[in-house]
């Protein structure tokens, strides 16, 4: 199983960004996607989840209405879409594989990307 | 929202001991929770889910047990390897996930 995040960066505040994650050496459409973040020097945080087939998609509550969840099971790809970003956004952003079809938990993740949010 | 609190937040233990790591949730979770291990600058790895199960490759001497909302993860006899940063993470409000603040277990 291979994940490779892209996509992360420096950014203003109020300014968007895109994340993708490539996924490998799995039954893509099998399994739910995740994403997870983790601030400098502090724990997990799950962000955004969506199910095997875009139906079911959960997002924690300081990112609702800012941050959009896609995949696209013909590429092997989920996405993140971030809006409105906010300083506190700032962090470590993972790919998560779910353990199963819906959101679950985590069984293999990718390297990261960082996303920093500042003027 | 479903709260995830782990006691204590750190640990010293010393190699051969016995180490348990406490997870409480807000409200009764069943058995859906999963435990992590992540260690300083690496990617977390997922070491137990449905409360009990050991994912694969992982040692015999991590356990996790409990039902409702008291959790326990137990590390038989604490390996060197073994010091890092652990979580637990509900699955039961999917799809809306949490992570409890972790708990550092550190070198005596």
């Known amino acids: 199983v291979q994940l490779v995040e892209s996509g992360g960066g420096l950014v203003q505040p109020g300014r968007s960004l895109r994340l993708a994650c490539a996924a490998s050496?799995?039954?893509?459409?099998?399994?739910?996607m995740n994403w997870v973040r983790q601030a400098p020097g502090k724990g997990l945080e799950w962000v955004s989840g969506?199910?095997?087939?875009?139906?079911?998609?959960g997002y924690v509550d300081s990112v609702k209405g800012r941050f959009t969840i896609s995949r696209d099971n013909a590429k092997n790809s989920v996405y993140l879409q971030m809006n409105s970003l906010r300083v506190e956004d700032t962090a470590l952003y993972y790919c998560?594989?779910?353990?199963?079809?819906?959101?679950?938990?985590?069984?293999?993740w990718g390297q990261g990307i960082l996303v920093t949010v500042s003027s | 929202d479903i709260q995830m609190t782990q006691s204590p937040t750190s640990l010293s233990a010393s190699v051969g001991d016995r180490v348990t790591i406490t997870c409480r949730a807000s409200?009764?979770?069943?058995?859906?929770l999963n435990w992590y291990q992540q260690k300083p600058g690496k990617v977390p790895k997922l070491l137990i889910y449905?409360?009990?199960s050991l994912h694969s490759e992982v040692p015999s001497r991590f356990s996790g047990s409990g039902s409702g909302t008291d959790f326990t993860l137990t590390i038989s006899s604490l390996q060197p390897e073994d010091f890092a940063t652990y979580y637990c993470?509900?699955?039961?409000?999917?799809?809306?996930?949490?992570f409890g603040g972790g708990t550092k277990v550190e070198i005596k």
């Open positions: 409200q009764s979770i069943s058995t859906h």
């Open positions: 998560a594989k779910d353990i199963s079809l819906g959101l679950n938990g985590f069984d293999y």
């Open positions: 969506i199910s095997w087939n875009s139906l079911t998609v």
């Open positions: 050496g799995f039954t893509f459409d099998d399994f739910a």
């Open positions: 449905a409360a009990s």
């Open positions: 993470q509900q699955s039961h409000s999917t799809p809306a996930l949490t």
